[in-house]
Each structure stands twice: as C-alpha cells, then as structure tokens.
C-alpha cells in the first residue's frame, strides 16, 4: 500500500513540473511576441515622421501650384477679353473716321452737283432770252440753290450721325475693356489672398501637429 501512495505522489509531481514547463513556455512566447511588436512600432515611428513632413510639404505646394495656375488663367483671361474689347472700340472709332470721311465726299460731290444744275438753269434762262439776274428768274436761281445747300447739309448730317454711333461703340467697348481688366486684377488678388489663406492655415494646423517642427 505504502508502494502505491508513493507512486501517486511521483505521477503528481511529474504532471506539477510540465505544467510549470508549459507555462514558462507560454510566457516565453508571449515575451517574444511583445518584443517583436515594440520592435516593428519603434521601425515604423522614424519612418512616419520622416515621411509625414515631406508630405505635408507636398500638400503646400500643391496648394501654391493651383493657386498660381488659377491666377494665371485668370490673368489670361482678363487679358483676352480687353484686348477683343478693345479690338471693337478701334474697329468702332475707324468706322467713324470712314463714315466722316465719306460724308465729306458726298458732300462735296452734292455741291459740284448744284453747282452744275444752277450753271444749267442759268444757261437755259439765258438762252430763252430772260434776265438772269432780276425777277422769277433770280427766284428760280436762288430757290434751287437753297435746296442743293440742304441737300448738302442733310448729307453732312447724316454722316456725323452716323460717325456718332460708332464713336458710342467705340466709347463702350472701351469701358467694357477697362473693365475686364479690372475685373482680372481684382480675380488675381482674391485668388493670390484665396491661396495665402489656405496656405497658411495647413501651414499652422501641421505646426500644431508637431508635424513642421
């Protein structure tokens, strides 16, 4: 009997010691596991805080590179629009100096015109014996020369009206240049302020990070 107790005492002692073996086993594991993870955060810290910055940077630049291209479409655009504009107030103001130009000459030519048909009246009167000079006659002669003169006014008239309008176009292609070319620098400023803006809040939100430190 004594035997027996003794052998169940062994078989207890036996099993007590590879429990305790497993469990150093399992705390090993354990340990190594631990060890291993705080040696992959230690690796990946440096690396997020070299790369972090670097990408912030990009982020800046970026924010200045689309602010640049947006004010210089800007600009462009500004520029195109005075320059057509001003392209029509020229082409304008050359169409009045042609219309004054061309009622000058029509003026001119009325006037030959009236000349020849007093000429003509004077020669005919003459011709069937009447004086020129005193009665209806003067009063045919004087009344055909008031009408060619109105005639040659009506043209003058006619003309500087028209010459007029076109100086009006003129006139108003001109403020719609001046005004693109406010409008286009008053674009670049809100857009070149828009960029600065944005530019310096990423600037402070990454220095308040500890990102740009």
């Known amino acids: ?9 062994g078989l ?32 990946a810290a440096p690396v997020a805080a070299s790369t972090t910055p670097w990408l912030a940077y990009a982020g800046i630049g970026a924010s200045l590179l689309s602010g640049g291209i947006q004010m210089a479409g800007q600009a462009q655009s500004a520029a195109a629009q005075r320059a057509a504009a001003q392209y029509n107030a020229q082409i304008a103001a050359n169409n009045a100096q042609a219309a004054m130009d061309q009622g000058r000459f029509a003026e001119q030519q009325q006037r030959m015109k009236n000349a020849a048909l007093l000429s003509q009246q004077k020669a005919n009167l003459a011709a069937n014996g009447v004086e020129i000079d005193s009665g209806s006659a003067l009063d045919v002669q004087s009344s055909s020369a008031q009408m060619g003169e109105l005639d040659a006014l009506t043209i ?15 006139g108003l292609s001109q403020m719609t240049a001046d005004a693109a070319e406010t409008a286009g620098t008053i674009g670049v400023a809100s857009s070149m ?6 530019v310096s809040d990423k600037w402070l939100t990454y220095q308040n990070k500890g990102i740009m430190n």
């Open 193 to 198: 302020l828009g960029t600065a803006s944005s």
């Open 12 to 43: 207890a002692s036996a099993a007590e010691s590879a429990g305790a073996v497993g469990s150093s086993a399992y705390m090993g594991a354990s340990v190594g596991t631990g060890a291993f993870s705080g040696v992959a955060m230690s690796y």
């Open 156 to 170: 003058r008239y006619n003309a500087q009206n028209k010459a007029n309008n076109y100086l009006s176009q003129a």
């Open 1 to 9: 009997m004594c035997d027996g107790i003794s052998e169940a005492f």
